[in-house]
């Protein structure tokens, strides 16, 4: 075998490696390691979709770091309000782009009864619990596992969940998938089985804002929201039971309108001070929510098959891209939220959906944010 033959011999079968690979996904999953947290190991993964768009993930809360997607005119900006260093990532905004649980958003009191035993969890919200309690989810290190078989850049991340870690009965072991397509979808499936009887709540809680993360406000993003009713809460954020129709109130995004439209209205004798709403949605598993940013062009939807979704309008965020030093902060509403759930509470709201989970049965869920531009206007 001559020198040109060897090297031909060579290169072949590395060649067809990486053509197969180029067939399922247009580049593998790239690992970067981010560092150490209490001896785990966090990382930072980069999905690149056939597109070229990037969606990057990290194992620290299972949390979205980053999304990159074109505007009108072709120019990719990343709309999410993450982080991609070890320090900003832990010391940065705890539920920010993280998988919440056990129980997202509040539980009253910091108690519920399952079956007769009453259950304490921790206080984080007075008097409530939010978002799984101090130390829910969002701040446990997932293991984490690239999906190679998979046709689209894929992530899953799984976590055991010890009998009454926060004060949640059962142990519960939870996957969550992320998968980022083609067309520019960050679909996300759940799974979860428990050994004992114990409730759940699961949610994603990116921030987003479509003219590029840290570039102004939200205000003028455009909502549309398939929810003729919402569930209106006390002093203290806990709904008080009524499934109340949005219909001439500041909460009517049926019709769409600009995010910053009612802000600041007065309703039920309150002043609207952004929204921080759980709404009923119509139909589950279609189109549940539109966002159009007209300066951009771009456009995210949201797809679910929970009953609710929880739009917070940023009110009193603070996101700094350099945790700790302050500098390129940006302010409240410079970011939304639009987290899929079950009604917050439900644990002490019989008359609500039930959020229990039984041993044996498998829970399965899944919600798409879905980005795309719009050319014309
Ligand atoms: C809640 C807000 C809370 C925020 C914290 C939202 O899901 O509804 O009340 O302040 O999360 O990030």
């Given at each position: 075998?001559?020198?040109?033959?060897?090297?031909?011999?060579?290169?072949?079968?590395?060649?067809?490696?990486?053509?197969?690979?180029?067939?399922?996904?247009?580049?593998?999953?790239?690992?970067?390691?981010?560092?150490?947290?209490?001896?785990?190991?966090?990382?930072?993964?980069?999905?690149?979709?056939?597109?070229?768009?990037?969606?990057?993930?990290?194992?620290?809360?299972?949390?979205?770091?980053?999304?990159?997607?074109?505007?009108?005119?072709?120019?990719?900006?990343?709309?999410?309000?993450?982080?991609?260093?070890?320090?900003?990532?832990?010391?940065?905004?705890?539920?920010?782009?993280?998988?919440?649980?056990?129980?997202?958003?509040?539980?009253?009191?910091?108690?519920?009864?399952?079956?007769?035993?009453?259950?304490?969890?921790?206080?984080?919200?007075?008097?409530?619990?939010?978002?799984?309690?101090?130390?829910?989810?969002?701040?446990?290190?997932?293991?984490?596992?690239?999906?190679?078989?998979?046709?689209?850049?894929?992530?899953?991340?799984?976590?055991?969940?010890?009998?009454?870690?926060?004060?949640?009965?059962?142990?519960?072991?939870?996957?969550?998938?992320?998968?980022?397509?083609?067309?520019?979808?960050?679909?996300?499936?759940?799974?979860?089985?428990?050994?004992?009887?114990?409730?759940?709540?699961v949610t994603n809680h990116a921030y987003f804002n479509l003219h590029g993360a840290g570039k102004g406000y939200i205000f003028d993003h455009i909502l549309k929201l398939n929810a003729s009713t919402f569930t209106p809460f006390n002093a203290v954020k806990i709904p008080t039971g009524e499934i109340r129709?949005?219909?001439?109130?500041?909460?009517?995004?049926?019709?769409?309108?600009?995010?910053?439209?009612?802000?600041?209205?007065?309703?039920?004798?309150?002043?609207?001070?952004?929204?921080?709403?759980?709404?009923?949605?119509?139909?589950?598993?279609?189109?549940?929510?539109?966002?159009?940013?007209?300066?951009?062009?771009?456009?995210?939807?949201?797809?679910?098959?929970?009953?609710?979704?929880?739009?917070?309008?940023?009110?009193?965020?603070?996101?700094?891209?350099?945790?700790?030093?302050?500098?390129?902060?940006?302010?409240?509403?410079?970011?939304?939220?639009?987290?899929?759930?079950?009604?917050?509470?439900?644990?002490?709201?019989?008359?609500?959906?039930?959020?229990?989970?039984?041993?044996?049965?498998?829970?399965?869920?899944?919600?798409?944010?879905?980005?795309?531009?719009?050319?014309?206007?």
């Amino acid at each position: 075998m001559n020198r040109f033959n060897f090297l031909a011999f060579l290169l072949v079968p590395v060649l067809s490696i990486s053509a197969n690979l180029q067939g399922k996904n247009s580049e593998p999953v790239v690992k970067e390691v981010l560092g150490d947290h209490n001896g785990s190991e966090v990382s930072l993964f980069t999905l690149t979709n056939k597109s070229g768009n990037v969606l990057k993930l990290t194992n620290y809360g299972a949390r979205i770091c980053r999304i990159d997607v074109p505007d009108k005119n072709g120019v990719r900006d990343n709309v999410t309000m993450g982080s991609e260093t070890l320090e900003t990532i832990i010391k940065g905004d705890a539920f920010g782009g993280a998988i919440v649980g056990r129980y997202a958003n509040r539980i009253a009191n910091a108690k519920f009864t399952l079956d007769g035993i009453e259950y304490n969890l921790p206080v984080n919200n007075r008097p409530n619990t939010l978002h799984g309690g101090r130390n829910g989810w969002f701040s446990k290190v997932w293991k984490a596992e690239i999906l190679n078989n998979s046709k689209v850049p894929a992530v899953k991340f799984s976590y055991v969940s010890p009998d009454l870690e926060e004060g949640f009965p059962g142990t519960v072991t939870i996957e969550v998938i992320y998968s980022w397509t083609d067309k520019n979808e960050i679909i996300i499936d759940y799974f979860a089985t428990t050994d004992k009887r114990t409730v759940l709540s699961v949610t994603n809680h990116a921030y987003f804002n479509l003219h590029g993360a840290g570039k102004g406000y939200i205000f003028d993003h455009i909502l549309k929201l398939n929810a003729s009713t919402f569930t209106p809460f006390n002093a203290v954020k806990i709904p008080t039971g009524e499934i109340r129709s949005v219909k001439g109130t500041p909460f009517d995004f049926t019709v769409p309108h600009p995010i910053g439209d009612k802000i600041g209205e007065t309703y039920d004798s309150v002043v609207v001070d952004g929204y921080d709403h759980n709404f009923v949605l119509d139909n589950k598993g279609k189109v549940n929510a539109t966002v159009y940013d007209p300066v951009s062009g771009r456009i995210m939807e949201v797809l679910t098959d929970q009953p609710a979704i929880q739009f917070f309008s940023g009110n009193g965020m603070m996101w700094k891209k350099a945790a700790g030093t302050g500098s390129n902060a940006v302010k409240t509403r410079s970011g939304f939220a639009l987290e899929t759930q079950h009604f917050p509470d439900s644990p002490n709201h019989p008359g609500f959906p039930s959020t229990i989970l039984n041993p044996g049965e498998k829970f399965k869920s899944r919600t798409i944010y879905r980005f795309s531009v719009r050319k014309d206007k």
